[in-house]
């Protein structure tokens, strides 16, 4: 009998698994269940949809479900929300949303790609007509018509994390006048105190009126069901328009319910080969946790990359290979405006918690040499451990070159250099695209005096 | 008695070597000699003071003589010239070019950072007033003083490595007609041939005519001293300004009539300690061979930023330390027109001569998310091991982000990564910077199925 492989989820994680498994197996019979309409969309690109810097959804697009069928060989079953898992007997239970009709199916072998989901402020009022994330396609569909219909003039983005940035960007781009409260100090938490600065800095440049230590206590609606004022710890803000960006969590409700082990960040825990804690179960993508091979702790870094590469490895295990998927060294970055920002490694706090010696030293230099057009500074943080002169992490920003110099500083992390082996690389150097001395070696240069 | 450290060039190796020198033992005395005016510039910047992006040629200079005396505490004598080495007494003979005097001076130490000349093309008429190289600053000084002067029209390149493709940007920016004789058939021979291609195309999109196979027979003056006619195998060039860029050679007339060892390339082959094969005597920068730490092969590869790591080391060795330079990948890259060229490792011949089971692959990608207005093509070539599996270089050209996306190829070549880690790297996924997957990812991912 043909091997039955059940994935369950059908953004990133979801298709790279069921694609990878039916390759590996050509003669397995594969189905995709999702409970939206859509699948294999960038995630990442619908604030730029948004922000009308794409005017076309299906570019956002990779695969709809009939492509997948006919070019993969994979099943694809959209509007199926997927219930339960009975391990024992290797079934799961289906709804098909349509006909609103449960069904049984086996499986050989189950993958879980369930996904993050948007953390709400557990308020009344943000189900208001005008209140939106931005964590499907069909969110930022919503929000896209919503500011063509109705024209806002004034947003309201609740949260200062990366979706956060983003929005601020795209609303801007509409001239909406934009508020940004957020919890903290600064925004973008996990990045360090001087990146986060200049990014709050970029923000009021820009005309994004950016609230600190804001904690929204209430949504206030009128009679059609919008909010049109939201009361914080700061003070009462009134919108026409409100943005949810509180950050994501693992969605594992079906794995909790199938006592599948998941971590401290909530996320499912999977071996090298992305096997859950439970036989003939994977997972794969922003429902797990991740090692973080810099320090080899466990983290909840969502990410579309992360995501497929799990993918492969859980749908080529499933299928019966023997793939291996190591961890992450952590490598995001967002626009803010006319900033690139960017971190690569652990966080300063990160490499303390984890009881390294932490050293970080920052510093400012040209991307390219300084009479060139193009030339603009660019800020690099590094973080180093003092006793292994390990460079640990580093944050980059600045208006040019500063996303792909992380790439370089990334593999740096990644094979573990020393700050002095980092000071020694070979970079290139030419006046339209390189400095005599690239910023990474003058930083390396810098934090070495301190080791 | 003091130390005596002497120090021989003093553009780009020999003032690191002397500052170096001074900071180790700051007891020492150390001089450096300079046969010009004009000590540590930035040559590669020439080309761009010629095509007037920078307008005073001051920006060129880091250190004036008195600077590197007063910052430094290094003696300087430019218009000295070093005539000759007695390395059993330990003296140099120098002469003082202003008063056309001979002096012998000791040394404890003696550091060689004599450089590289232009090569020539054994023909009279090079010397014509309309005749130039680019192999200096007074050089540069006198292309731009006769372009503003005498508003030349037409001018002819002679030789198609990077210093040609720089100049015919710079000479196309005053808009002449420019015509550029190259041996081969392609210019930039160092390059794998679609990026040859590519950037004969570059040149010839922005109207400078590329003329391969030409051999130039002879430079024919009218009765002022200036050429007006190259002959050549391929016809007869009019010019009002002539742009020898043949390439370079290591300047080694003094380290030869020392007995110093010369390699293959003709220059001075070095320990890691940069010690030549005499006895107090170490060498830097252009004058040398350097080992290329991908094959282990001597290769000639004159470059700024090497010639001042070596010359940093040759310093500090010279006033008693230790230090180590373990030779280059090679990272370079060049701008020609809209183009970022850039080559890391070593090239598809380099390795085939080198014994390595060459496998390449070339693949076009977007450099940014496709719908990014910034977004633009990317092509890289990689050159990979069948046995080892090892990354050994790559060329990658654009007209975005191709310059620093083969600096992080080249950490990947210099850390033995092999093409099955290159495709699991971690690489930032954000639209506006990079898409889903890297160009870099996509190109291991390629090559990969052929290994």
């Given at each position: 009998?043909?091997?039955?492989i ?8 979801g ?14 019979d594969?189905?995709l ?5 859509h699948?294999s969309y960038g ?17 956002l ?6 492509r997948?069928?006919?070019e993969k060989?994979?099943?694809v ?5 997927v219930?339960?898992i009975?391990?024992v ?5 289906v ?6 009709k449960?069904?049984?199916h ?6 879980l790609?369930?996904g ?6 557990g ?10 994330n ?7 569909l ?5 500011i ?6 004034r ?9 956060g940035?983003?929005?601020?960007e ?6 909406m006048?934009?508020?940004l409260?957020h919890?903290?100090d600064l ?7 001087e ?5 709050k800095?970029?923000?009021e440049?820009?005309?994004v009126?950016?609230v ?9 609606s ?7 004022e939201?009361?914080?710890s700061?003070g ?10 509180l950050?994501?969590e ?8 199938a ?10 825990q ?12 994977y997972?794969?993508g922003d ?6 091979v ?5 983290m909840?870094i969502?990410?579309?990359t992360t995501?497929?590469k799990q ?8 299928a019966g290979g023997?793939?291996?998927f190591?961890?992450?060294?952590r490598a995001i ?9 960017a971190q690569v ?7 303390a918690?984890s009881?390294?010696?932490?050293v970080t030293e920052?510093i400012t230099?040209?991307?390219?040499v ?5 030339n603009?500074?660019?800020h ?6 003092k006793?292994s ?10 208006e ?8 370089t500083?990334?593999v740096?992390?990644?094979q ?7 000071a ?11 400095p ?5 070696l ?5 934090i070495g005096?301190?080791?």
């Open positions: 009998m043909k091997q039955r059940l994935v369950v989820g059908g953004l990133a994680a298709p790279s698994a069921a694609s990878k498994a039916k390759r590996v197996n050509p003669n397995a594969v189905t269940f999702e409970g939206g309409e699948i995630i990442c690109e619908v604030p730029y949809y948004v922000g009308g810097i794409v005017n076309d959804p299906d570019h697009i990779s695969y709809t479900p009939q997948l069928e006919k060989g994979v099943k079953k959209t509007l199926h929300l219930e339960g009975d391990p007997r290797k079934k799961i239970v709804r098909d949303l349509l006909r609103d449960l069904a049984e086996p499986y050989d072998k189950l993958i790609a369930t993050s989901m948007p953390r709400s402020l308020l009344s009022g943000e189900k208001g007509r005008n209140v939106f931005v964590k499907s396609l069909d969110q930022g919503a929000i896209k018509q919503f063509d219909q109705e024209h806002p003039r947003a309201l983005i609740i949260g200062g994390g990366y979706i940035m983003e929005l601020a795209a609303l801007r781009n509409h001239e006048q934009t508020t409260l919890r903290g925004p973008m938490s996990g990045l360090e105190n990146t986060r600065l200049a990014v800095q970029e923000l440049k820009h005309g009126a950016f600190s230590r804001s904690h929204v206590q209430e949504l206030r009128d009679t059609t069901g919008k909010v049109v939201v009361m914080a700061t009462a803000y009134e919108a026409d328009l409100v943005i949810l960006s950050g994501v693992p969605q594992t409700t079906l794995a909790k319910a006592r599948i082990r998941v971590g401290r960040y909530g996320g499912i999977t071996d090298q080969r992305q096997a859950t804690s439970i036989d003939s179960i997972a794969a429902c797990c946790e991740i090692r973080n810099v320090n080899n702790a466990w909840y969502p990410l579309a995501a497929s993918g492969w490895v859980a749908g080529e295990n499933a023997r793939a291996v190591k961890g992450v060294i970055a967002v626009k803010v405006f006319d900033q690139e920002i490694g652990i966080s300063s706090q990160e490499a918690e009881g390294f010696d932490v920052s230099a040209n991307s390219r300084g009479f060139m057009p193009a603009a500074k660019v690099l943080t590094l973080i180093a451990d006793r002169k390990r460079l640990l992490g580093a944050n980059i920003f600045g040019d070159g500063a996303v792909l110099r992380a790439n500083l990334g740096a992390i990644q573990h250099l020393t700050i002095d082996q980092l020694r690389l070979d970079l290139i150097y030419t006046p339209p695209y390189s005599l001395w690239d910023p990474i003058i930083a390396a240069n810098q005096k301190r080791l």
